[in-house]
């Protein structure tokens, strides 16, 4: 609607001096085929048939869902917030939250300055760079269910466990690793992290190319040695990349599924249960609560918003 | 000459700094030390599976480390390929692979060049819709999507079993779509316009002028939509419940139940030899650009 009152008030400024123009301004549909419009919608179907079916409509059924009851037999009905009360009463869920932020905590413990120190050092290697990166990539490369299933190999809890074989050399274990639930998770976030780390070693390597070479000079001009350099110079032209790379963590890690679910489907003792295996628990363990999980996954989309608005608060503020 | 290059690629320690022996020497034992890390971490458990797919499961399972004590069984490859049928779901991932690749090039490029180049007056309202799916975390649209596969709109067919169900959905990239987008902003107008004026619809001015333009990016969309119709795990899990329908990766899990720890781990290096060749293949776009647009996507 509005776009068409735009073009008559464009075109309407013109019609006193270019007469023939004012045949446009009778947006027939002859005209409108003729102008290429048809083409153009025939060229646009693909996304807007694809987006349409498969993103707008399952997300504004997402809304709708989460105050509904849903069981595919009958029609769905309106139950306001009791599907949020159930999920929010749900002792399981305090539990799920709980390990979703042990699983963040530690990913990021372990993960996050793993890949940095990596890149820095990397950066200073002269000869067979590409080895060296290649070498901390292809741990991405592995599919990532491949890389959790030979890990679970690994992990076996035999004394004769991979694992346990290593550790057995000095002396230690064997260790129950996936069996108990206190070494469970941080089993788990080991895997993860040996299979994400490649991927932000790149990045940082890439980010680090881009620190200019006077930064350095100027530095060794004031007497720094290689370590406040790498603290005065380095690290803050990083910033920028380390915020970027923590957020993306935190919203991944956050969302973290395909781990529990084939190491250890939520157990020993719930040890592993992850705010997604319970979103697919309510929808796919049987028990068919999808006005259930939609709210879920609502609400852990609410936070996940409130973690990206506050990401881009920090780094407008930066650049200015 | 020596010296230019030298200043050009300097990196934390200076010339002056490794002219000093101990740090030349620290500089070389950290390097080592890192190279030696690297081959253990990174490619230690690469070269153990390849080792353990064509090992007996008995010299495994009693002393993982050790390089063939009672010699190789290459046996375990073939069992795994035609015996437990991985030849099936290596086709089944292919096909799968190959139909997401499809649908999400159409409709990235179709997409991209209406928002981009042809921008009729909606396009507007419909890209703002696009990039506010940017925002939309996945795991929002699990439920709602998998009800809407069962049961399409308007059409009210099942997809599930069905390729379709993973292929289309594949398709509702907002990532690709916007990548796209910004590349054709950047193709230069006067040239449509010269091709617009010599007579050219929408169509020719597609086929001619911008599809031989946008392979690049076509290119990149092409790379990500492989790798991740490889990776995905959970909706293929979802939609696609039928074994003989189901990829590598929705199957291995079910196979680790009643197969052999033998020929298990041979079906597991089976399924990764595609993406490591891949890989080795197209190994400068990985290290390059990849890594921060597969961190953006993920």
Same mark, same amino acid.
């Given at each position: ?28 549909? &002859? ?66 939250? !709980? ?24 950066? =200073?290697? +002269?000869?067979? +760079? ?13 599919? #990532? ?6 890990? +679970? ?22 260790? #129950? ?21 490649? !991927? ?9 190319? &881009? ?11 004031? !007497? ?16 920028? %990349? ?16 395909? =781990?529990?679910?084939?190491?250890? !489907? ?12 319970? %979103? ?41 | ?135 939309? /975390? ?14 399409? /709109? ?8 069905? $390729?379709?169900?993973?292929?289309? /959905?594949?398709?509702?990239?907002? $990532? ?123």
């Amino acid at each position: 609607m509005t776009t068409s009152t735009q073009t008559t008030s464009r075109l309407a400024g013109r019609t006193e001096t270019i007469p023939a123009r004012r045949l446009r301004r009778r947006r027939s549909l &002859g005209t409108w085929v003729r102008g290429g419009g048809l083409s153009t919608l025939v060229i646009a179907l693909p996304m807007l048939l694809v987006f349409g079916l498969f993103s707008w409509f399952p997300i504004a059924r997402a809304v709708v869902m989460s105050f509904q009851f849903t069981n595919l037999v009958t029609p769905p009905e309106w139950v306001g917030l009791e599907n949020f009360r159930t999920v929010l009463t749900d002792p399981l869920l305090t539990t799920a939250i !709980g390990n979703t932020l042990w699983f963040a905590a530690l990913a990021l413990v372990l993960g996050y300055p793993v890949p940095l120190v990596a890149a820095v050092l990397m950066s =200073e290697v +002269k000869r067979f +760079k590409g080895l060296y990166a290649a070498l901390a990539y292809l741990p991405v490369v592995v599919p #990532p269910v491949v890389a959790v299933l030979l890990w +679970k190999q690994f992990y076996s809890a035999s004394a004769s466990g991979v694992f346990n074989t290593v550790v057995g050399w000095v002396g230690l274990g064997p260790y #129950p690793w996936l069996q108990d639930p206190s070494t469970a998770m941080p089993s788990l976030v080991l895997e993860a992290t040996w299979a994400a780390a490649g !991927g932000t070693v790149i990045i940082y390597l890439a980010a680090l190319t &881009g620190v200019p070479s006077e930064l350095y000079d100027a530095a060794e001009v004031d !007497g720094a040695g290689i370590w406040r350099k790498v603290w005065h110079v380095t690290l803050p032209h990083l910033r920028g %990349i380390l915020l970027v790379t923590l957020i993306l963590q935190v919203i991944g890690t956050a969302q973290v599924f395909l =781990e529990p679910y084939l190491f250890t !489907g939520g157990g020993p003792a719930n040890s592993t249960t992850t705010v997604l295996l319970m %979103i697919y628990d309510y929808a796919f363990g049987g028990r068919g609560q999808y006005g259930e999980a939609t709210a879920l996954s609502l609400m852990l989309a609410a936070v996940l918003a409130v973690l990206s608005a506050l990401y881009f608060r920090i780094t407008s503020r930066w650049s200015h | 000459m020596r010296m230019t290059t030298q200043t050009a690629e300097r990196g934390i320690a200076s010339a002056l700094d490794r002219r000093r022996a101990s740090v030349r020497w620290s500089i070389r034992l950290t390097t080592w030390l890192l190279l030696l890390a690297l081959l253990v971490v990174g490619l230690g458990p690469v070269l153990w599976l390849a080792k353990s797919a064509v090992t007996p499961a008995q010299d495994t399972l009693r002393d993982p480390m050790a390089l063939f004590p009672n010699g190789a069984d290459l046996e375990n490859l073939s069992t795994a390929w035609t015996r437990f049928e991985i030849s099936r779901y290596f086709v089944n991932t292919l096909v799968l692979a190959v139909g997401s690749w499809f649908v999400q090039v159409l409709v990235a490029a179709s997409g991209g060049y209406v928002l981009s180049v042809l921008r009729p007056a909606w396009a507007r309202v419909v890209h703002v819709l696009v990039l506010a799916t940017l925002f939309v /975390p996945a795991v929002v649209l699990l439920v709602p999507l998998f009800l809407t596969v069962l049961d399409v /709109p308007f059409v009210h067919v099942s997809l599930i079993n069905s $390729f379709w169900a993973v292929w289309l /959905p594949a398709g509702a990239s907002a $990532f690709n779509l916007v990548i796209v987008t910004r590349f054709f902003d950047n193709l230069p107008r006067e040239v449509f316009e010269a091709a617009q004026v010599d007579g050219a619809g929408p169509f020719r001015l597609a086929w001619s002028v911008v599809l031989p333009m946008s392979r690049p990016i076509l290119g990149v969309v092409s790379v990500f939509a492989v790798i991740a119709a490889w990776k995905d795990f959970l909706w293929p899990l979802l939609v696609l419940r039928a074994p003989e329908k189901q990829p590598l990766s929705v199957r291995l899990p079910a196979l680790e139940t009643y197969v052999p720890v033998d020929v298990f781990l041979a079906a597991l290096a089976i399924s990764t030899v595609i993406p490591i060749v891949l890989f080795l293949l197209f190994q400068r776009f990985f290290l390059r650009g990849a890594g921060l647009g597969g961190a953006v996507k993920g």
